[in-house]
């Protein structure tokens, strides 16, 4: 079939013309002149195109009569101009050919508005809806634009593994692997399990994050990103987690705290103005129908600079602010979303990078400061609190050991990250981005579990 996407007929002027198209309608209309009208839609673009069916077509009693939302049909037809106000091209149909009705009693989606609570449960169907088909439109928008800002910029895509025996945050969230029987293990003289019976001789989980293998290639390619899923077994039910959720993770040899916060707003200043290029149609969806913010926000990450601020100058705010916060906010406490949240829009009104937390509500690899705070950024954002978590890392052997020792973890189980530091260590830094994050903050959409296309959240893993 020589078809073409929606989006490219939109920009065609030669009326007149043969056209084909597929995809699936939306609304069938019929006219009392005894022809219909049928908006098509097959994603390429958030407007669906409108179909002409005369009532002299073979099967308009047969097939086109019997359209309702949801049905998938071809069409071939003649492009013409439209009368009608908004769009420029519609097709006068001589031929539509239909590939599946869908029962008007039992298809889920219908013209009414539909609840994202409601859709999350037909998530195979719900990229059909005006909603998650801009979030789908968005999210590979963002993914192209993150591949093309890192590799302008000489960073090297490295795959880290998902299968890992570190656990790279030593926060002890992580997803076992196994192919024990969980019904009988075989144990050991003590009665614990023998993991060295396992698939891997020991035991070994889902990745929390690539980090620690990026640092090894940052270490030997100077310039490396990664770009793929990591996993995470905390039990939190809030509207930005999740069990599976992708990250970017550039790391950058000879980079200090201040060259990795300047990258961290390049990277997101260089995602939105991409976004803002080439999604016109879609954010200006989400900016009536989803969060009426959304344009001004993203408008304001492309022109104004992020403001930077320390751990000590955030509690200081936040202790100064009335906002009848939750959780404390004294010094040694860590930040609470509805901190992030409260900085990056009251105080600042625009994304903020704070640096420098103290080292017991940080991770093991950051670098240590002279005052006990550790080289660490969090890049917080309006509406969704925290979107990047990252740091200067600890080059120093012995400040990185003693580092592990104090956060309790098995030094032994770090040996090969230790050599890093052990055989030409040198000055690094990296971060990490929630891709999930990103889409909900560039969308306005508050849950993650509507950006995400199947999201796994505690006790769901459904599709
Ligand atoms: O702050 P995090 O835990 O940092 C790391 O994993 C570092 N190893 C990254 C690095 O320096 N290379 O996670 C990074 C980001 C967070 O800022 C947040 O956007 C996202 O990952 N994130 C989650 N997104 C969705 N669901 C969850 N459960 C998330 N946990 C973290
Ligand atoms: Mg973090």
């Known amino acids: 079939m ?12 030669d009326f007149g013309s043969a056209v084909t198209v597929a995809g699936w309608v939306r609304t069938r209309r019929d006219s009392k002149g005894g022809f219909s009208f049928i908006d098509l839609n097959d994603g390429s673009s958030f407007s669906s195109i409108q179909v002409i069916a005369p009532g002299e077509l073979a099967n308009y009693q047969s ?6 939302i949801g049905s998938s049909i071809a069409v071939t037809g003649e492009l013409v ?18 590939y599946g009705f869908a029962d008007p009693e039992t298809y889920p989606l219908q013209k009414k508005r539909t609840s994202l609570e409601r859709l999350r449960e037909i998530a195979h169907l719900r ?4 909603t998650i088909g801009a979030v789908a439109r968005v999210r590979n928008a963002l ?21 890992t025996t570190s656990d790279a945050e030593g926060s002890g969230e ?3 692997v196994t192919t024990l029987d969980p019904a009988s293990p075989p144990r050991d003289l003590d009665g614990n399990v023998d993991y060295t019976q396992d698939f891997f001789g020991r035991q070994a989980f889902l990745t929390v994050s690539g980090q620690l293998e990026a640092e090894a290639y940052a270490l030997a390619l100077d310039r490396v990103y990664t770009f793929g899923p990591t996993f995470r077994a905390e039990n939190s039910n809030t509207r930005r987690h999740l069990a599976e959720f992708w990250m970017i993770e550039p790391e950058a040899a000879f980079f200090d705290l201040d060259d990795n916060a300047r990258l961290a707003e390049d990277y997101l200043k260089y995602m939105v103005r991409y976004l803002l290029e080439t999604c016109e149609e879609d954010i200006a969806f989400f900016d009536k129908w989803i969060d009426d913010s959304v344009l001004a926000t993203l408008t304001a990450v492309v022109d104004r600079p992020f403001e930077r601020i320390t751990y000590g100058e955030a509690i200081d705010i936040l202790g100064k602010a009335d906002a009848g916060f939750e959780f404390p906010t004294t010094w040694g406490s860590d930040l609470q979303s509805e901190h992030e949240v409260y900085l990056a829009e009251q105080a600042f009104d625009r994304p903020v990078i704070v640096t420098d937390y103290p080292s017991d509500i940080k991770a093991f690899y950051m670098r240590r400061n002279d005052d006990g705070t550790v080289a660490a950024m969090d890049v917080l954002v309006p509406r969704v609190g925290e979107l990047i978590g990252g740091s200067q890392r600890e080059e120093r052997l012995d400040v990185l050991a003693a580092s592990i020792d104090r956060h309790g973890l098995d030094a032994d189980l770090y040996w090969w990250y230790l050599d890093l530091r ?7 830094s990296g971060f990490g981005l929630g891709f999930a994050r990103m889409v909900a903050f560039a969308t306005g959409m508050q849950n993650v579990r509507d950006v995400v296309p199947f999201p796994r959240t505690p006790r769901n893993a459904e599709f």
């Open 2 to 13: 020589d078809r073409q996407l929606i989006k490219h007929v939109f920009g065609r002027t």
């Open 127 to 130: 990229p059909r809806t005006n």
């Open 174 to 176: 992580m997803f076992q």
């Open 63 to 68: 097939d086109v009569l019997r359209l309702t």
């Open 422 to 428: 052990r055989f030409g260590t040198a000055p690094h």
């Open 81 to 98: 101009e439209s009368p009608g106000e908004g769009q420029a091209v519609e097709i006068r149909a001589a031929e539509i050919t239909v």
């Open 143 to 163: 993914a192209f634009a993150t591949h093309r800002f890192y590799q302008e910029r000489d960073f090297l895509y490295l795959h880290t593994p998902m299968i």
